[in-house]
């Protein structure tokens, strides 16, 4: 039992495109796992063969950030710690993984931290810096998710949220 709880969490590594930890990498079909579209998909197969115990995917954390969750199938939530502020800021929901660590580490950038998730030098501190306070930053870091929820952007997501096997 906990063998087959191991090749899971290697199975989704490598779905992740990270390295397993528990077994070799060879003693896995890379180019099965590969062709699953999507975590979810990935995990609905596992729990329909008993591989999968948790109630849902959502119980199961694999992210590829630092400062990003999945809040529903295509929903990214980013979050990230403001100094002196004692809980965690809502970034807001973007739409794609990426767009989700991008909000993170703008965040990041503004208090003149390291980047987590891409090379700093992606990005145009100008944007980013000419916020006079942090939670101007923020609010435009929310506007900026709300704006990917419509219509006209969200449209070329349907296919991808909807594709499930």
Not at 95 to 120: C, I
């Amino acid at each position: 039992m906990p063998e087959d709880a191991a090749r899971v969490h290697d199975e989704a590594c490598i779905l992740l495109e990270r390295d397993p930890v528990n077994f070799p990498k060879s003693e896995y079909d890379e180019a099965a796992i590969l062709q699953i579209p999507t975590f979810d998909t990935f995990a609905e197969r596992k729990k329909a063969t008993g591989r999968l115990r948790a109630k849902s995917s959502k119980c199961v954390s694999y992210r590829r950030f630092i400062g990003v969750t999945l809040s529903k199938p295509s929903r990214w939530l980013s979050k990230g710690s403001v100094k002196g502020r004692p809980a965690m800021i809502p970034l807001g929901a973007f739409p794609s993984e990426e767009l989700a660590a991008q909000a993170y580490n703008k965040l990041r950038l503004y208090q003149g931290l390291d980047t987590k998730n891409f090379p700093k030098t992606s990005y145009d501190l100008q944007p980013i810096l000419m916020h006079e306070t942090i939670d101007s930053l923020i609010a435009s870091i929310r506007a900026e998710a709300r704006a990917l929820k419509s219509p006209e952007y969200s449209s070329q997501y349907v296919t991808l949220s909807q594709s499930r096997l």
